[in-house]
């Protein structure tokens, strides 16, 4: 297992190759994925193998296009990859930076349907700690978002936590 350091302000990608194989959940069609090390300041970027053109998709929060039963993200030409959140999960959990992932399919596999799977191919290789710290968001005051449905709000501190309440009606 690896011992994440939370001090560790540097950027990180993974030791070695990681080869997945698995079923979309949605698609049910088989899937191959291959993890790349990457270099400082890459970020997480998905290739659709099975394209020709256009076929880079960055894995960042303004690629979102859908959140309905799966996160999805998409590219200007609007290829997509859907079902990302347990892979993204697992990067985010083990502070991984910079990862290209080659992908033959529309979707990433489900796996067990955890993070659990990523975390353990990526525990296997090893974590590698670049030489360049992480670009860091630092909240300096208080943020809040409201509309008629929901609210959320950002209040400075000095450790990360989170306190949320869903009340759905049914």
């Known amino acids: ?32 994925m291959k993890l ?12 659709r193998s099975d394209k020709n053109t256009d076929n880079v ?10 959140t309905v039963l799966s996160t ?5 030409s609007s290829l997509k990859i859907s079902t990302i959140e347990h892979l993204m999960s697992a990067l985010s959990g ?4 910079n990862l290209t992932i080659y992908i033959n399919a529309a979707e990433v596999p489900i796996m067990d349907g955890s993070s659990r799977p990523f975390v353990d191919l990526i525990e296997n290789v090893g974590i590698k700690v670049q030489n360049k710290k992480r670009k860091l968001l630092n909240v300096k005051k208080t943020i809040e978002v409201k509309n008629q449905n929901g609210s959320v709000k950002i209040i400075p501190n000095n450790q990360f936590s989170i306190d949320f309440e869903i009340d759905f009606p049914s």
Request: proline letters at 3%; zero cysteines.
């Open 1 to 32: 297992m690896i011992d994440i350091n939370p001090n560790n302000q540097n950027q990180q990608t993974i030791k070695d190759t990681i080869f997945v194989s698995g079923i979309g959940l949605h698609s049910g069609k088989q899937v191959e």
């Open 57 to 66: 998709i960055d894995a960042i929060w303004s690629n979102v296009s859908e």
């Open 94 to 97: 083990l502070h991984i930076d």
């Open 72 to 76: 999805t993200i998409s590219n200007d």
């Open 36 to 47: 790349l090390p990457a270099e400082v300041d890459h970020g997480v970027k998905f290739i």
